[in-house]
């Protein structure tokens, strides 16, 4: 089954160049301490905002720090936000969706109301209140990223669990006694893995987009730690004669999230047993 | 229907605004070492915080029903009055950004939809899938930067030149206007490269059709085929879209005001987060749910619009 998958998921050229990206950032999250030539927060005054030369191959900010270095440094701190936040999001939407979609009734009013209700707050001016309250630091920010943002996959498990339900395996299973938990985790969960699969993939390119607009506003991860977004924050002041602090940084979201987007992609057409 | 979710949207803003650490009194009785236990207690019995939640979220919906927010905090106007300025320039920013998405991509996902494969259809998939993945904030300052200020093309902030009041009436127009450019290009981008692209496969979906290859066999021209029988019932899926893009559109608002310091509810909403100023903040999150939910109105009635078979159920 899962060979099957794999087939068509390396079959698929743009699939396979967003998992290869995907592997690549990663290794690269990892190895940041040793493979950047200085740490994060190095400063040299003598080589403040230094154009991009062979020492600093992508210049140097208004502190003197290397550009190259941060952004890797950054790697890290933009997938684990993202990794965290995702995994908060895909617990809460899996299991309201599952739970709504079983017992039905009232259950699932109550719980689709709730979704109804959040759905009309739009998800950032959401994520920017809450912030204000709380303070901005990374915890608070994956936490409220994952909180905020359940709800598209919290319908598309209902949904499925909704039709699922009614099929004579399920039936089966209940006539032989299996305990709720048991057909909800044992015997539905496996049949609504793809669809979460494809949303967490491609929701970890969302939470990146995310975490690096509250950051440019100051609201996301606070300096000295790099976040790709606070690199932008800063770049920004001296975007006239330092092109360097704003595109790079920028290039690097942007290519992170086109490798989750392209992977969720492939994923989906791989996975949807209709193409 | 509205009624349950008007309330729970209120419900919502009230326990958002529990979730802010400490009381309001705070600020008077814990920076004052004189103040008494009693005078602390006493202020907390003016302002009824030591009611039950249920008995202050009574209240605070009695006066929102009148659209009573309350003060700002931070010059102590009325909130709904401040609000009010500001709304007519988010008004006027979202709908201008709605026209360009539904024009630009609707036209995008036909045309690549009838000519699939071509090289326009490859080509704008490449930017479809650009324009997923680009941080949106960044374009708007690699824009502010290019069109602004090396080639000074278009203004990069506010809505209105320092010298507006001066212009004729046509020069004021044309003032607005280019302010307006790259804002609304901006807060067009995301919407776009989703809607295209749904628009696409919604098209593919439908010109596969039976009643589109009749349409064809009784000889009609292709583009009459197109617009009339294929794009209308392609349209149906699109319009429930719509409804879906507006929460996302007035989020984005709230950063692209900042950046273009366009002085609309956006930037008001974040200046009002940058200075805790809760009033003012539940008086916005408050509008903007309604605004969302008044959206989705106008999406169902679209939808009937534009499926008669639900027109007449």
Do not use: E, V
């Given at each position: 089954m899962i060979s099957i998958y794999l087939h068509r998921i390396f079959r698929n050229k743009l699939a396979f160049a967003g998992a290869l990206l995907m592997v690549i950032l990663i290794i690269l999250a990892l190895t940041a301490p040793w493979l950047a030539p200085s740490h994060f927060a190095d400063q040299s005054l003598i080589d403040?905002?230094?154009?991009?030369?062979?020492?600093h191959w992508m210049g140097t900010d208004d502190l003197g720090r290397d550009v190259f270095s941060r952004l890797l440094w950054g790697t890290r701190v933009s997938l684990v936000v993202a990794f965290v936040a995702v995994g908060i999001a895909t617990l809460f939407g899996t299991l309201v969706g599952l739970i709504a979609g079983y017992f039905g009734r009232w259950t699932d009013a109550v719980l689709m109301r709730a979704v109804d209700i959040l759905l009309c707050f739009p998800t950032f001016f959401l994520i920017l209140m809450v912030i204000a309250f709380l303070e901005p630091n990374i915890v608070n920010v994956m936490i409220v990223i994952g909180v905020t943002s359940w709800t598209g996959l919290a319908r598309l498990v209902r949904g499925e669990t909704l039709s699922l339900r009614e099929r004579d395996f399920i039936l089966a299973a209940r006539a032989l006694g299996a305990s709720t938990p048991r057909i909800l985790f044992v015997h539905l969960l496996p049949n609504v893995v793809a669809p979460v699969v494809v949303s967490a993939t491609l929701g970890v390119g969302g939470a990146i987009l995310t975490e690096s607009a509250l950051s440019f506003l100051g609201l996301g991860v606070q300096p000295p730690d790099p976040s790709w977004g606070n690199m932008l924050s800063a770049g920004k002041d001296y975007i006239?004669?330092?092109?360097w602090l704003s595109v790079f940084p920028g290039l690097a979201i942007l290519t992170t999230v086109m490798a989750f987007n392209l992977l969720g992609e492939g994923l989906r057409d791989a996975l949807d047993p209709r193409s | 229907m509205m009624i349950p979710l008007l309330l729970g949207i209120t419900l919502m803003t009230f326990f958002i605004m529990q979730l802010?650490?400490?009381?309001?009194t705070d600020l008077v009785t814990d920076l004052n070492t004189r103040m008494s236990s009693e005078a602390r207690e006493k202020l907390v019995k003016l302002y009824e915080l030591d009611r039950p939640w249920h008995e202050r979220y009574w209240k605070w919906l009695k006066r929102m029903s009148r659209l009573?927010?309350?003060?700002?905090?931070?010059?102590?106007?009325p909130v709904i009055k401040k609000i009010a300025e500001s709304l007519p320039a988010t008004l006027l920013l979202n709908i201008l950004s709605l026209i360009l998405i539904f024009t630009a991509a609707l036209a995008i996902g036909i045309f690549s939809a009838v000519k699939k494969d071509s090289l326009f259809d490859k080509i704008s998939t490449f930017f479809v899938y650009l324009g997923f993945s680009v941080p949106t904030f960044w374009v708007a300052l690699l824009l502010m930067i290019g069109l602004?200020?090396?080639?000074?093309?278009?203004?990069?902030?506010?809505?209105?030149?320092?010298?507006?009041?001066?212009?004729s009436a046509w020069r004021k127009f044309l003032d607005m206007s280019a302010h307006l450019v790259l804002p609304v290009f901006v807060m067009a981008l995301t919407g776009l490269a989703g809607l295209a692209r749904y628009s696409r496969s919604a098209m593919l979906e439908v010109i596969r059709q039976d009643y589109v290859r009749t349409a064809r066999a009784k000889g009609l021209p292709e583009r009459t085929v197109i617009l009339k029988h294929a794009f209308r019932n392609a349209l149906i899926p699109i319009v429930t879209l719509l409804g879906l893009m507006l929460p996302e559109l007035i989020g984005g608002s709230f950063i692209f005001e900042t950046i273009f310091a366009y002085p609309g509810m956006g930037r008001l909403g974040y200046d009002a987060i940058m200075a805790r100023d809760y009033p003012m903040l539940m008086g916005i999150g408050t509008i903007v749910a309604l605004l969302t939910l008044a959206g989705n109105l106008l999406a169902d009635l679209l939808y009937a619009f534009c499926d008669p078979r639900i027109r007449y159920q």
């Open positions: 403040r905002l230094q154009p991009p030369s062979g020492k006239y004669f330092a092109w | 802010a650490p400490g009381k309001p009573d927010f309350g003060t700002s905090f931070r010059d102590g106007r602004g200020l090396k080639l000074g093309l278009l203004p990069i902030s506010g809505l209105r030149s320092i010298h507006y009041s001066d212009l």
